[in-house]
């Protein structure tokens, strides 16, 4: 309760996050306006500051009492040397060195137009990304879009190059209008892909005792950020109020990278199709009730093998009067990324080495959803809440966990280019089956995943927004 009220003033205090839509991201991002010009240079920041209200970990205790003869069991030395550190969901990230940090989350430059002397039916999208996240954990600077595309064929226009997938609506949105600061649990651990490659120097790992088979593995590249390099085939149709909208890509599943270091020449297809009854408006803040369904399927290639890897969800979004209501379902199969473990940073010997696990094969599962309302009350200001819930590892009893948020918001809308954002989240990672540790072995991790998994704490974020 005491969490609630706080949360509650402050959204009451402060505004957040950009201004609430729903839109045709094929057309808005894809396309140019009639009349555009052949360049036009535009972008934005977003300077963020977050603060993590969770502790240091302690309680891993020296021993567990076996559930098979009532024994104490010890508990490894190289589990016990985690107590007094911070897991990294308590740690600002990319860098994950500090629980709290003021950082240029985002700072995108971009160009944008119509190629002269094609009647406008060829235009083109160019963003590059500098700020400190995910995109740019290897280089300091990496483009995000490089697209053409062609509108010669009467419903099928083309779109070639790096840019965004047909996914779900957080992942195609542009996050200059993204509606909270940080993305749903759900949307970020499936959507925005994490590559990784087999791990081989584990020198001071141990052989995890879980009950779904897992791959130790390492990061490699930066995160996919719901893009790829590929072709896309789309358009939308208006009846009367109603629009309908489909598109279908074909792509390199290597993420943002040109290249095809990531994945051995495998390829991903991924679908959507969503219809649309619209009140009245048009581009990004326009009044409608959209549904949408979209699927994704591919291979990954990992350790000479390929597997199976397929995201598919379905959702709807309403927004009218300034009310906003909204939800996505989401769920996984194969490769899926499960989470450093230990979670922590690496402190050397005698603890355990934290190492990437990944659940490779298809009968491996994922699930999640969201749901979200806001509603802006006057022209400056809006207030928002959402919640979102991820279970991972659905197939082994031993091994599932589920991460759930709630998020306050509120937005203060300066003028049309500049915003100011304040979230408030409250946390919470469960152990989901406690009662499958039936092992000594597992009763000693179950024991020490459960006290890190606790030591979760809520979040304070601020965001500025300016869009040039």
Request: hydrophobic share 40%.
């Given at each position: 309760?005491?969490?609630?009220?706080?949360?509650?003033?402050?959204?009451?205090?402060?505004?957040?996050?950009?201004?609430?839509?729903?839109?045709?991201?094929?057309?808005?991002?894809?396309?140019?306006?009639?009349?555009?010009?052949?360049?036009?240079?535009?972008?934005?920041?977003?300077?963020?500051?977050?603060?993590?209200?969770?502790?240091?970990?302690?309680?891993?205790?020296?021993?567990?009492?076996?559930?098979?003869?009532?024994?104490?069991?010890?508990v490894p030395a190289g589990l016990q040397a985690y107590n007094g550190q911070t897991a990294l969901f308590n740690?600002?990230?990319?860098?994950?060195?500090?629980?709290?940090?003021?950082?240029?989350?985002?700072?995108?430059?971009?160009?944008?137009?119509?190629?002269?002397?094609?009647?406008?039916?060829?235009?083109?999208?160019?963003?590059?990304?500098?700020?400190?996240?995910?995109?740019?954990?290897?280089?300091?600077?990496?483009?995000?879009?490089?697209?053409?595309?062609?509108?010669?064929?009467?419903?099928?226009?083309?779109?070639?190059?790096?840019?965004?997938?047909?996914?779900?609506?957080?992942?195609?949105?542009?996050?200059?209008?993204?509606?909270?600061?940080?993305?749903?649990?759900?949307?970020?651990?499936?959507?925005?892909?994490?590559?990784?490659?087999?791990?081989?120097?584990?020198?001071?790992?141990?052989?995890?005792?879980?009950?779904?088979?897992?791959?130790?593995?390492?990061?490699?590249?930066?995160?996919?950020?719901?893009?790829?390099?590929?072709?896309?085939?789309?358009?939308?149709f208006n009846r009367g109020r109603w629009e309908y909208a489909y598109a279908v890509m074909a792509s390199q599943?290597?993420?943002?990278?040109?290249?095809?270091?990531?994945?051995?020449?495998?390829?991903?297809?991924?679908?959507?199709?969503?219809?649309?009854?619209?009140?009245?408006?048009?581009?990004?803040?326009?009044?409608?009730?959209?549904?949408?369904?979209?699927?994704?399927?591919?291979?990954?290639?990992?350790?000479?093998?390929?597997?199976?890897?397929?995201?598919?969800?379905?959702?709807?979004?309403?927004?009218?009067?300034?009310?906003?209501?909204?939800?996505?379902?989401?769920?996984?199969?194969?490769?899926?990324?499960?989470?450093?473990?230990?979670?922590?940073?690496?402190?050397?010997?005698?603890?355990?080495?934290?190492?990437?696990?990944?659940?490779?094969?298809?009968?491996?599962?994922?699930?999640?959803?969201?749901?979200?309302?806001?509603?802006?009350?006057?022209?400056?200001?809006?207030?928002?809440?959402?919640?979102?819930?991820?279970?991972?590892?659905?197939?082994?009893?031993y091994d599932e966990r589920k991460a759930s948020t709630w998020t306050l918001g509120g937005q203060y809308f300066?003028?049309?280019?500049?915003?100011?954002?304040?979230?408030?989240?409250?946390?919470?990672?469960?152990?989901?089956?406690?009662?499958?540790?039936?092992?000594?072995?597992?009763?000693?991790?179950?024991?020490?995943?459960?006290?890190?998994?606790?030591?979760?704490?809520?979040?304070?974020?601020?965001?500025?927004?300016?869009?040039?």
């Amino acid at each position: 309760m005491k969490k609630t009220l706080l949360a509650t003033a402050m959204v009451a205090a402060f505004g957040h996050a950009p201004v609430s839509f729903a839109t045709n991201w094929f057309q808005l991002q894809n396309n140019e306006q009639p009349g555009a010009a052949a360049y036009k240079f535009w972008g934005f920041i977003q300077p963020t500051y977050t603060h993590n209200e969770g502790g240091i970990v302690s309680g891993i205790p020296a021993t567990v009492v076996s559930p098979a003869n009532g024994a104490n069991v010890a508990v490894p030395a190289g589990l016990q040397a985690y107590n007094g550190q911070t897991a990294l969901f308590n740690l600002v990230g990319p860098d994950l060195a500090h629980s709290d940090q003021l950082r240029m989350f985002r700072a995108r430059p971009g160009v944008r137009g119509v190629i002269p002397g094609t009647d406008e039916n060829i235009n083109y999208f160019a963003l590059a990304e500098l700020g400190n996240n995910g995109l740019t954990r290897e280089r300091q600077a990496v483009l995000t879009d490089a697209t053409v595309t062609f509108n010669y064929i009467p419903g099928a226009r083309i779109r070639v190059g790096l840019g965004r997938l047909p996914l779900g609506e957080e992942a195609m949105l542009g996050v200059q209008i993204m509606d909270y600061i940080d993305y749903t649990n759900v949307t970020n651990q499936l959507l925005n892909e994490r590559f990784v490659e087999p791990y081989t120097n584990a020198s001071r790992t141990h052989a995890a005792v879980v009950g779904a088979p897992m791959a130790m593995s390492k990061l490699k590249g930066a995160f996919g950020g719901y893009r790829d390099v590929g072709v896309e085939v789309y358009d939308w149709f208006n009846r009367g109020r109603w629009e309908y909208a489909y598109a279908v890509m074909a792509s390199q599943a290597n993420g943002i990278s040109f290249g095809d270091d990531l994945n051995s020449g495998n390829h991903d297809v991924t679908a959507r199709v969503q219809a649309a009854y619209v009140f009245q408006g048009a581009g990004p803040k326009r009044e409608d009730i959209t549904a949408y369904a979209w699927h994704q399927e591919g291979k990954r290639a990992y350790g000479g093998t390929d597997y199976n890897r397929i995201r598919e969800g379905i959702g709807a979004k309403y927004l009218r009067h300034g009310v906003r209501v909204g939800g996505e379902y989401i769920r996984a199969k194969g490769m899926i990324y499960v989470a450093p473990t230990p979670q922590f940073n690496d402190i050397g010997a005698p603890a355990f080495e934290p190492v990437d696990y990944v659940a490779l094969d298809s009968g491996n599962k994922a699930d999640g959803y969201y749901l979200d309302v806001g509603w802006k009350f006057s022209p400056q200001w809006e207030v928002d809440l959402r919640y979102d819930e991820l279970s991972k590892m659905t197939n082994s009893a031993y091994d599932e966990r589920k991460a759930s948020t709630w998020t306050l918001g509120g937005q203060y809308f300066y003028s049309p280019k500049l915003r100011f954002a304040l979230n408030y989240e409250i946390r919470d990672i469960k152990v989901v089956n406690p009662g499958a540790q039936i092992t000594n072995g597992q009763k000693i991790q179950g024991t020490a995943a459960g006290i890190i998994g606790g030591s979760v704490g809520d979040r304070l974020s601020a965001q500025m927004t300016w869009v040039f």
